[in-house]
């Protein structure tokens, strides 16, 4: 436990906090950016809508079967947490390490880089395209322009908010995530009663820029559509300052993942009552050119300052959700034990805020597409891992079932798992480069872990349960 009259995180979020978080993790960088690397890649509206849908179908089991993994051991950390009390430290320190980089810093670079995208709709200079090539070459290249500039002043904006205050930081999300909501509502509502789109445009197919077949193209595309609903899980991560977790908890989970699933399918179809598929091909900020298609450039510039706000509170949600798992680790001896200590007046991780904020920054000049394959594996991967651990802690005393889950189990674990797993081998044969740095990230991780606990003792975890 924690040591006596040591700083320690405070139980302050409800629900609407809670669902807050997953909502504003979910909705961000991918649905806004996603749909134009689909046209290309699968060339028909039908298979662009029923990757969505797949991709909601996976959502909602994964965060089922979250819900009875956070109820039982509701102490900050989410996968971290789960995979230690499974399969043992190893696992758990890998899943954090993973965070790092690919479950937090990654996706927190792109949703800052899609902002600057949909802020280039007034200054063109800091679009992504517009950014200069700092090193490398072809598809492995580190860019450096007004793009970066303005993802890291964002991504700086928000890690020192974050430093001052959680309960600061969740009215202020509070705010974003209900003008994001919002503005995604009344931009929906707006396409279809007042924009200029065309039905037709959901016949209309587009020449495909992929050469992999159909089959093997969704399976490669889940990825995207993956890293579009990875914040499912989010209120997981922040499970030890929720009130009444038991309660809290799968609320949080499934009200968030269902309400964005539904704005997911239908942003999807304006996008292509607004365009046909053949104009979206390539486009980052898709949302900014179905706006000025629907509405014209007046209204489509309203509409991309409130997508860039969007954006905006998808990294705010981030940036509060990662150091939770780190300070989770460190407080179990697992991680560097400076992530671990909390400040004594804003009772918030702040060496863990600081040091995830650096690393975000660094990512922001990596290129956008290879990123988001890097981060759909490593997630997928340990996602998969996670629920594989509610099947093996199930059998434990004590353990508390939820309904839900126990309705015709093992069936939606199982088909979780099947579904990731099928991820992973198309992954490996289709972008073996990406796979291999996923693989490398992994056991790197492992490796620190060990070489660090040749030298030092571990502490036994400290997990709490319900």
Same mark, same amino acid.
């Given at each position: 436990?924690?040591?006596?009259?040591?700083?320690?995180?405070?139980?302050?979020?409800?629900?609407?906090?809670?669902?807050?978080?997953?909502?504003?993790?979910?909705?961000? !960088?991918?649905?806004?950016?996603?749909? #134009?690397?689909?046209?290309?890649?699968? $060339?028909?509206? %039908?298979?662009?809508?029923?990757?969505?849908?797949?991709?909601?179908?996976?959502?909602?089991?994964?965060?089922?079967?979250?819900?009875?993994?956070?109820?039982?051991?509701?102490?900050?950390?989410?996968?971290?947490?789960?995979? /230690?009390?499974?399969?043992?430290?190893?696992?758990?320190?890998? !899943?954090?390490?993973?965070?790092?980089?690919?479950?937090?810093?990654?996706?927190?670079?792109?949703?800052?880089?899609?902002?600057?995208?949909?802020?280039?709709?007034?200054?063109?200079?800091? %679009?992504?395209?517009?950014?200069?090539?700092?090193?490398?070459?072809?598809?492995?290249?580190?860019?450096?322009?007004?793009?970066?500039?303005?993802?890291?002043?964002?991504?700086?904006?928000?890690?020192?908010?974050?430093?001052?205050?959680?309960?600061?930081?969740?009215?202020?999300?509070?705010?974003?995530?209900?003008? %994001?909501?919002?503005?995604?509502?009344?931009?929906?509502?707006?396409?279809? !009663?007042?924009?200029?789109?065309?039905?037709?445009?959901?016949?209309?197919? +587009?020449?495909?820029?992929?050469? !992999?077949?159909?089959? +093997?193209?969704?399976?490669?595309?889940?990825?995207?559509?993956?890293?579009?609903?990875? #914040?499912?899980?989010?209120?997981?991560?922040?499970?030890?300052?929720?009130?009444?977790?038991?309660?809290?908890?799968?609320?949080?989970?499934?009200? #968030?993942? +269902?309400?964005?699933?539904?704005?997911?399918?239908?942003?999807?179809?304006?996008? @292509?009552?607004?365009?046909?598929?053949?104009?979206?091909?390539?486009?980052?900020?898709?949302?900014?050119?179905?706006?000025?298609?629907?509405?014209?450039?007046?209204?489509?510039?309203?509409?991309?300052?409130?997508?860039?706000?969007?954006?905006?509170?998808?990294?705010?949600?981030?940036?509060?959700?990662?150091?939770?798992?780190?300070?989770?680790?460190?407080?179990?001896?697992?991680?560097?034990?400076?992530?671990?200590?909390?400040?004594?007046?804003?009772? /918030?991780?702040?060496?863990?805020?600081?040091?995830? $904020? @650096?690393? /975000?920054?660094?990512?922001?000049?990596?290129?956008?597409?290879?990123?988001?394959?890097?981060?759909?594996?490593?997630?997928?991967?340990?996602?998969?891992?996670?629920?594989?651990?509610?099947?093996?802690?199930?059998?434990?005393?004590?353990?508390?079932?939820?309904?839900?889950?126990?309705?015709?189990?093992?069936?939606?674990?199982?088909?979780?798992?099947?579904?990731?797993?099928?991820?992973?081998?198309?992954?490996?044969?289709? %972008?073996?480069?990406?796979?291999?740095?996923?693989?490398?990230?992994?056991?790197?991780?492992?490796?620190?872990?060990?070489?660090?606990?040749?030298?030092?003792?571990?502490?036994?975890?400290?997990?709490?349960?319900?």
């Amino acid at each position: 436990m924690v040591a006596a009259g040591r700083p320690s995180l405070l139980r302050q979020l409800g629900v609407v906090s809670a669902t807050a978080l997953v909502v504003s993790n979910m909705i961000g !960088t991918m649905i806004f950016t996603t749909t #134009g690397f689909l046209a290309g890649d699968l $060339g028909t509206p %039908k298979l662009v809508l029923s990757i969505w849908v797949v991709g909601a179908i996976c959502a909602f089991l994964g965060a089922i079967c979250y819900s009875e993994l956070g109820v039982n051991l509701p102490s900050s950390g989410g996968e971290y947490v789960y995979l /230690t009390r499974a399969f043992g430290p190893t696992w758990g320190f890998m !899943t954090g390490w993973v965070s790092f980089f690919a479950g937090f810093s990654g996706p927190i670079a792109l949703a800052a880089l899609a902002f600057a995208d949909y802020l280039g709709y007034f200054f063109p200079s800091v %679009k992504q395209e517009n950014a200069h090539v700092l090193a490398g070459s072809g598809e492995w290249t580190l860019h450096l322009g007004g793009a970066q500039l303005v993802a890291c002043l964002l991504v700086l904006l928000f890690t020192l908010l974050n430093c001052i205050g959680v309960r600061r930081v969740a009215q202020i999300q509070n705010v974003l995530t209900g003008a %994001k909501v919002l503005t995604l509502v009344v931009f929906i509502a707006l396409a279809f !009663t007042m924009g200029h789109g065309s039905w037709t445009n959901l016949s209309l197919n +587009a020449t495909r820029t992929a050469s !992999t077949t159909i089959p +093997a193209q969704f399976v490669l595309s889940l990825f995207w559509i993956y890293v579009a609903y990875s #914040g499912w899980n989010a209120a997981t991560y922040v499970a030890e300052e929720l009130r009444q977790p038991s309660r809290t908890l799968p609320m949080a989970l499934g009200i #968030g993942t +269902a309400l964005v699933a539904a704005l997911y399918l239908l942003l999807n179809v304006v996008f @292509i009552y607004a365009a046909p598929l053949e104009d979206l091909k390539g486009q980052v900020a898709v949302g900014a050119l179905a706006a000025s298609r629907l509405f014209g450039p007046e209204i489509a510039g309203l509409f991309s300052g409130l997508m860039a706000l969007s954006l905006m509170a998808t990294v705010n949600a981030m940036v509060t959700i990662g150091p939770r798992v780190y300070y989770a680790m460190a407080k179990n001896g697992a991680f560097l034990a400076s992530a671990a200590k909390v400040h004594p007046r804003w009772r /918030t991780p702040v060496l863990a805020i600081i040091a995830q $904020g @650096i690393c /975000t920054m660094i990512m922001t000049l990596t290129p956008f597409p290879q990123l988001v394959i890097y981060i759909g594996f490593l997630l997928n991967f340990f996602a998969v891992m996670s629920v594989a651990s509610l099947i093996h802690l199930r059998r434990q005393p004590g353990w508390r079932k939820l309904r839900v889950v126990s309705f015709c189990y093992p069936l939606f674990p199982v088909l979780f798992i099947l579904v990731g797993l099928w991820m992973t081998v198309q992954g490996v044969q289709l %972008k073996p480069y990406v796979s291999l740095a996923a693989v490398i990230t992994v056991a790197t991780g492992a490796l620190v872990y060990h070489l660090r606990m040749r030298s030092s003792p571990r502490p036994e975890p400290v997990i709490e349960t319900y």
